[in-house]
């Protein structure tokens, strides 16, 4: 069968997305091989890629997300292939494309934090309606959790038999620590002047991207209660783009509670200084109100990270109840005691990292490309079955 997938976010500059299709794709080949694939991207990933054989095509889209030319220029494109099945792996599909298809909604989280850049009427319009349609269209729909699962259920009325839950995996070059660089010398290498170096004392890690439901700012309040109440001496660590947009609240809040000579906004980091972040981090912080999967408490449970996390939407699921400790997002004070706990309770912080190790094993993106490619064959079996002879 002749299956496309639309890798225009295969990139890690696109966060969990990007890590997904490049998962996805590069498993899949590892493991099929009998189906034709047809992968549509845009620059310069197209340019990069190299098919790993004559089963693998690539075709340059060069489509940008959410743009017009998604819901024409490229229905064109896909249509031209006559594709057996397609598989769009964000919301964003054409809605005229009728073929089979299977769609991956990864989190609904404009439906509920629609944040500060979708504020015109006509974007949220235009949000509802791609992806109600995407949804309607598929024959079948990936959800990345249980939580996303409900909310598809819940909020556009997908029949639960359409929707089939594949959670990510982490990869493993997430791990613990195994030959511990002197901190004088990892911190030349990551941070040079005139950079701060966290490694000189204990320090909290962030670590993604800085929009309105990612709760940065309680998580700076929860860091000043540390500061002042518990007489924490560490560091906030804070990963990730320094958005325009947000950062004024978020820096703000920082300057406003006199923390900016222990807060560290480090921007966008490569994954070695990513992991090494999170393999000598205190405690990862993950404050999220809304998450569709949540990657990153998992990739810091793989690196022997003890996590303090959010107990709402997926975080708890995903997680594990046993293996983190939850704290309520939107109370700071809360937020602060359970970190808090971490750092002081020796007993607490060596049950949470081992059992951590263990929750991962849970978790692999081999898993989840085996059962994507089983749904897959669910849909052409049944679509070809309800074919007229």
Not at 92 to 118: E, Q, R
Not at 119 to 146: E, F, G, P, Q
Not at 201 to 206: D, E, G, H, K, S
Request: glycine share 4%.
């Amino acid at each position: 069968m002749k299956i496309g997938i639309d890798c225009r976010m295969y990139s890690t500059r696109f966060t969990g997305i990007g890590r997904y299709v490049f998962e996805l794709t590069r498993n899949l080949f590892l493991i099929d091989h009998k189906n034709e694939y047809v992968l549509f991207f845009n620059g310069p990933e197209y340019e990069k890629f190299t098919p790993p054989n004559n089963r693998v095509t690539k075709i340059k889209a060069g489509i940008r997300h959410y743009s017009v030319g998604e819901q024409t220029k490229f229905l064109k494109i896909l249509n031209a292939q006559n594709l057996d099945l397609m598989h769009f792996t964000h919301f964003n599909a054409p809605i005229f494309y009728k073929k089979p298809s299977v769609v991956t909604i990864h989190d609904l989280t404009l439906s509920f934090f629609p944040g500060k850049k979708m504020t015109s009427m006509l974007h949220r319009a235009a949000y509802h309606v791609t992806i109600k349609n995407a949804v309607k269209n598929a024959k079948k729909i990936i959800a990345v959790s249980n939580n996303t699962k409900r909310d598809l259920e819940k909020l556009l009325k997908t029949p639960a038999e359409k929707i089939e839950v594949i959670y990510e995996g982490v990869d493993p070059a997430f791990k613990p620590c195994d030959r511990p660089e002197k901190p004088e010398k990892s911190s030349a290498k990551l941070f040079p002047p005139p950079q701060k170096p966290p490694f000189d004392r204990p320090y909290l890690l962030y670590t993604g991207v800085w929009r309105s439901h990612k709760n940065l700012v309680n998580l700076i309040k929860a860091f000043h209660i540390l500061k002042t109440e518990y007489n924490y001496e560490g560091r906030l660590v804070i990963t990730g783009r320094h958005d325009p947009v947000y950062a004024h609240e978020i820096v703000g809040e920082t300057l406003s509670l006199q923390l900016e000579e222990d807060t560290l906004f480090t921007g966008m980091v490569d994954e070695p200084t990513l992991i090494q972040l999170y393999q000598k981090a205190q405690v990862y912080v993950f404050p999220s109100l809304y998450e569709g999967f949540g990657l990153s408490p998992l990739e810091a449970m793989q690196c022997g990270t003890p996590v303090a996390a959010s107990n709402s939407s997926c975080v708890p699921e995903i997680c594990g109840k046993e293996n983190a400790l939850f704290f309520d997002p939107k109370n700071p004070r809360d937020m602060a005691e359970k970190i808090f706990q971490i750092t002081s309770e020796k007993s607490l912080r060596e049950k949470l990292i081992s059992n951590g190790l263990m929750r991962v094993k849970t978790f692999s993106w081999e898993k989840m490309a085996k059962e994507t490619l089983n749904l897959y064959s669910d849909v052409l079996t049944n679509t070809h079955v309800a074919k007229p002879h």
